[in-house]
């Protein structure tokens, strides 16, 4: 796979607390991933939903229904 162009400085961009993850800062690694488990990257969450681990579309809806 080549040098993804978005890669972010995982330190201070990425949003995702699982410290074990191996494409923590590598949003096309990232995105692509969740996407082939028909899951949402931590970025589409707040933090204290992201906190969860729940990448579920249904996780992401229920969220935005909650919004006021």
Known sequence: MTI???????VVD???TYQGCPRHGQCCRCVKHHQENDQLPACYFSVEQEKV???????????RAKRP
């Open 14 to 16: 990425c949003p995702c």
């Open 53 to 63: 681990y729940d990448r579920s579309v249904a996780f992401f809806m229920a969220c």
């Open 4 to 10: 993804c162009a978005n890669q972010t400085n995982p």
